[in-house]
T-cell receptor, first 112, second 112 residues
Framework: DVKVTQSSRYLVKRTGEKVFLECVQD?????MFWYRQDPGLGLRLIYF???????EKGDIPEGYSVSREKKERFSLILESASTNQTSMYLC???????????FGPGTRLLVL | QKEVEQNSGPLSVPEGAIASLNCTYS??????FFWYRQYSGKSPELIMF????GDKEDGRFTAQLNKASQYVSLLIRDSQPSDSATYLC????????????FGSGTQLTVLP
């Protein structure tokens, strides 16, 4: 079974703080993705990566950055958290050209 | 205009009935189509995928695809209260098959 884990289930941060969300997958998947999910808006793609050291902007990259130093690990960074970044953050991974994505449990972030 | 449209619901069906969930998409380059189930507070889990026009059955679930009409649906036969969840439709992007665009989901409630 594919296993995708995320570093925290719940986080509470203050405005202006730097926030790190980490995702690890154990299936040697090439592709990793970060989404945020908000009521009525569905899942929106923030960043993705098809290889180590590689990153591409998704649909809503503003205010975020990512890091992929190892194949199994993909980190999402909020450089200066803002209240409008309060959301559920979901990491996903997939293998090569196969499109099926497998999700981690999610991190619910509250920025005060 | 949203790229993947789903009725948000809520859709309520009695136990044992057939639940019909619908999804339309705008990207004619989309080639693969996915249905995910998401329980409240949990992350999406894959139910099934479909690539070709027609029907694909997996247990109580049937996915239907009509690329000419840009329409994909999910039928759940013999609905159970445990099927109560939000169902997300996802389609691959014409420009990059490894990326998915998600609908905002349909909330299904199966009444005992």
């Amino acid at each position: 079974d594919v296993k995708v884990t995320q570093s925290s289930r719940y986080l509470v941060k203050r405005t202006g703080e730097k926030v790190f969300l980490e995702c690890v997958q154990d299936m040697d998947h090439e592709n990793m993705f970060w989404y945020r999910q908000d009521p009525g808006l569905g899942l929106r793609l923030i960043y993705f990566s098809y290889d180590v050291k590689m990153k591409e902007k998704g649909d809503i990259p503003e205010g975020y950055s990512v890091s992929r130093e190892k194949k199994e690990r993909f980190s999402l960074i909020l450089e200066s958290a803002s209240t409008n970044q309060t959301s559920m953050y979901l990491c996903a991974s997939s293998s090569g050209q196969v499109e099926t994505q497998y999700f981690g449990p999610g991190t619910r972030l509250l920025v005060l | 205009q949203k790229e993947v449209e789903q009725n948000s619901g809520p859709l309520s069906v009695p136990e044992g009935a057939i639940a019909s969930l619908n999804c339309t998409y705008s990207d004619r380059g989309s080639q693969s189509f996915f249905w995910y189930r998401q329980y409240s507070g949990k992350s999406p889990e894959l139910i099934m995928f479909i690539y070709s026009n027609g029907d694909k059955e997996d247990g109580r679930f049937t996915a239907q695809l009509n690329k000419a009409s840009q329409y994909v649906s999910l039928l759940i036969r013999d609905s159970q209260p445990s099927d109560s969840a939000t169902y997300l439709c996802a389609v691959t992007r014409g420009g990059s098959a490894r990326q998915l665009t998600f609908g905002s989901g349909t909330q299904l409630t199966v009444l005992p």
